[in-house]
């Protein structure tokens, strides 16, 4: 598209109307961390809210009463308008998209901060907070006096309160700095009018606006929002006032690192390169800093500055101490404001490529030692690039290299920095030239006891995103590397710098024992352990027999799910990790991705392996069902007497929301395209994996006799836990209790159906004739044999096979 505006082209691209921002994302994280932290006061430090709102309304009973009653009266009718003037303007300004959103994003918060509300009442119990407290909280007389007053029920407030925020914060890219300080003042006037009338409710405030905030936010990160970015009129205004006087403008596409670039060229001739950045850049800047903050140590990065116009200075610095140093990079022209909040720089244009886009015959030796001579200087002068990639080396036209963008620079670097760009250097032009040509420009550039030095640093951790993805797709390549520079430099071997803080699979642990420990302690606490120890404790062993060979019947159907052949000693292992997975994971998701990753390191293709799953959970599913239909019939009864299905309220609920989940994956072109290439392909080839086990007898008898083995062994261990308390049931009445509360299991989202499983098997034994002192226990032992104790040989058969690179 290209237009003209105070007689300067400017030529750039049709802008989609709606993007997914950084900052989106990077609000996103915060109200989830806010969520936490709300969580936390909520429940485990639920004392310590109390007592703010304990000394916040004593501190407010030395104001006159009448005027803290009319503060407050004040402020909840102000409350009670806001919304609906805040709904009526949109209405008469026709945004019906953003009248949409806020309604949805109002009503999700609701509905959630409602669940969570009843499930911490449920685990926690309701707060009793008694105080001597103003007549404004009792319901006393005005002017009565003080009396002893004990919180009430203000749970519409709670919902108002989520409603109201999360409809403000799907709004917020549409609102200006001042309207959005409105809103966060609004907000806090309800919080304090809260604890002025003595509410303490069990789901605390600021998880109500944690959680709500983070609705409101995810809203517009999957239906996306308005593109900020400036566009090309303001691009030529901010360059006019900097003294520019441009002729044409033209977005550039090319990489430039988290901006948005352009092509100028001026009046007089000359020609600059201008890189435009948003508080969208920063915020992705941002992300990536904590993100390596947390991950990695010794990598040498900063803090993240405290704004974009301080980012650009630095850049600017780093641009200007490498040219005054000597090195070969471009002259910075100007920076500029772009009115509200976005800041461009322009250099004077180079013609050439980046080394990306030059062709590998032309990266001759000399190039490359003259790239390498060019970070010799900056060394020399203790400056890092910090991100030696190929996109940010030129190519001229006469042959010369040049470094450009700076934005990374770190001026008075560290040995660690200074290693990590010759890393990534080596590496980056290893990816183009091979490993031995990159390693010996490297030495004759900077001298081989620099690029020795580096080796240590030659591995993904310490690399750029887009060196790591190259890296994909050349494999050993970073190997190779180091193996040339023991070769070359003479040294005995490299070892790698440990660069990692905290391992994915420590995080994982560290979160699945969490939720654990959550979910465990409830049921603790409702046990009761002398009934349990009155357990014929011969019988225990029997329960683990049969347990045991649940892992073994789930290791022969996974084997059946595929045309390729597992060993049978480590696929039963990889059935004993992925329970410990399935622990930390709803919905056996995490049991599924370890199969997959398991039958990937033996060699399974990778559609296959998922294809597989699909196999595996429509051949179990057959068998449960067929089981559940047999045994019902066996005992007699209709599976209503013991299946309790929900109310039609709730049905009704559940179909709505699979409708709108439908509609929203038909809505937004990103969940066209997952449908499209991500789900349908595995549903097609689950199609193909069924008609091909079909053709084979061995691959369908340890399919569904895998299937059959894995179910009548949880029927056993449960069948075995009931004989232990003296019976009651017969065996195809315990078979119904597990298939029905099984399959009622898998709608919950707990790991492992938590609660939902124990609840329902109590449920259906009771509705079967057994007394409850013995359904109880009964479940108990059966989910202590079956669900908490397989935990430990899960972690050591995960370590196992990681250990042995089948994992």
Not at 187 to 213: C, K, N, S, Y
Not at 337 to 363: H, K
Request: net charge neutral.
């Amino acid at each position: 598209m290209a237009n003209t505006i105070d007689d300067v082209q400017i030529i750039e691209p049709e802008r989609r109307s709606l993007m997914r921002h950084p900052s989106d994302l990077l609000r996103l994280v915060i109200a989830v961390l806010v969520t936490l932290m709300g969580f936390g006061l909520a429940t485990v430090f639920n004392n310590v809210a109390e007592a703010i709102t304990v000394e916040v309304i004593q501190t407010a009973g030395h104001v006159p009463t009448e005027a803290v009653v009319i503060g407050i009266s004040f402020a909840l009718f102000y409350m009670l308008l806001l919304p609906f003037f805040a709904i009526g303007y949109l209405v008469v300004m026709k945004r019906w998209r953003r009248l949409s959103l806020g309604l949805l994003a109002s009503a999700v918060a609701m509905g959630l901060v409602w669940l969570i509300e009843a499930e911490l009442v449920r685990r926690f119990g309701a707060p009793d907070l008694t105080f001597h407290t103003p007549t404004w909280v009792c319901t006393t007389a005005l002017g009565a006096g003080d009396a002893t007053c004990v919180s009430g029920d203000t749970s519409a407030h709670i919902y108002y309160m989520a409603g109201g925020v999360a409809y403000f914060a799907s709004l917020v890219p549409w609102l200006t700095r001042r309207w959005r300080r409105f809103g966060w003042i609004s907000i806090a006037v309800l919080v304090a009018v809260r604890m002025l009338q003595g509410t303490t409710p069990p789901l605390d405030e600021l998880l109500v606006i944690g959680l709500a905030f983070t609705i409101g936010t995810a809203v517009l990160l999957i239906f996306g929002s308005p593109d900020r970015r400036p566009r090309g009129a303001e691009v030529v205004s901010a360059l006019h006032r900097s003294g520019l006087d441009l002729a044409e403008l033209k977005r550039a596409d090319v990489d430039a690192r988290g901006s948005t670039p352009y092509f100028a060229k001026l009046r007089d001739g000359g020609r600059l390169f201008v890189k435009v950045l948003t508080p969208e850049e920063r915020s992705a800047d941002v992300m990536f800093r904590i993100v390596r903050m947390f991950r990695l140590k010794g990598v040498g990065d900063e803090r993240p500055f405290s704004s974009l116009k301080r980012a650009v200075e630095h850049e600017a610095v780093g641009s200007l101490k490498a040219a005054s140093d000597g090195v070969k990079t471009p002259r910075l022209e100007a920076i500029a404001e772009i009115e509200p909040n976005s800041m461009l720089m322009a250099y004077a244009m180079i013609d050439g490529s980046s080394l990306d886009g030059v062709p590998p015959e032309e990266l001759t030796d000399d190039v490359l030692v003259g790239v390498w001579r060019q970070v010799g200087v900056l060394r020399r002068r203790r400056t890092a690039h910090r991100d030696l990639r190929l996109a940010n080396v030129f190519l001229d036209s006469d042959g010369e290299p040049w470094l450009i963008d700076f934005g990374f620079a770190e001026l008075a670097a560290t040995d660690g920095q200074l290693r990590s760009d010759v890393a990534e250097l080596v590496t980056s032009t290893a990816v183009v030239v091979g490993a031995e040509r990159a390693v010996s420009a490297a030495i004759a550039g900077i001298g081989d006891e620099a690029v020795a030095d580096a080796a240590s640093r030659v591995q993904p951790l310490a690399l750029s995103g887009a060196t790591r993805d190259a890296l994909k797709h050349q494999k050993g390549l970073d190997e190779e590397i180091q193996a040339e520079i023991e070769r070359q430099t003479h040294i005995e071997s490299v070892e790698l710098e440990d660069l990692e803080r905290v391992k994915p699979r420590t995080i994982l642990m560290i979160v699945g024992f969490a939720l654990a420990i959550y979910f465990l302690i409830p049921q603790l606490t409702q046990t009761d352990f002398g009934a349990v120890l009155k357990a014929d404790w011969r019988w225990v062993p029997a329960i683990l027999i049969a347990s045991l060979a649940t892992y073994v019947g789930a290791a022969f159907n996974i084997m059946g799910s595929i045309p390729d052949r597992l060993r049978v000693v480590p696929t039963v292992l990889s059935q004993f990790a992925g329970t410990f997975i399935n622990r930390i994971t709803p919905v056996k998701v995490g049991g599924m991705a370890t199969n997959v990753r398991f039958m990937q390191k033996n060699g399974v293709d990778l559609s296959v392996a998922v294809a597989g799953i699909g196999v595996s959970s429509v051949g179990t599913g057959i068998v449960h069902m067929g089981l559940l239909t047999m045994f019902v019939v066996l005992i007699g009864k209709n599976a209503g007497d013991f299946i309790k299905l929900p109310s039609g309220t709730v049905i009704m609920i559940g179909v709505v929301a699979v409708v709108l989940l439908i509609a929203a994956v038909a809505f937004i072109p990103m969940g066209r395209k997952i449908v499209k290439e991500q789900v349908w392909p595995v549903i097609k080839k689950s199609g193909d994996g069924i008609r091909q086990v079909a053709k084979s007898p061995l691959n369908a008898l340890m399919l569904f006799g895998g299937a059959f083995a894995m179910i009548m062994g949880y029927i056993l261990a449960l069948w075995f836990s009931l004989a232990a308390f003296g019976g009651g049931l017969g065996f195809f009445a315990v078979g119904v209790v597990f298939l029905a509360a099984q399959a009622l299991g898998q709608a919950a989202p707990t790991p492992g159906g938590i609660g939902a499983v124990e609840a329902a098997m109590i449920a259906a034994m009771t509705t079967l004739g057994l007394d409850p002192s013995v359904a109880v226990p009964t479940v108990f032992l059966y989910r202590i044999a079956t669900f908490w104790l397989p935990i430990l040989p899960g972690v050591w058969a995960l370590k196992k096979l990681e250990a042995d690179g089948a994992l």
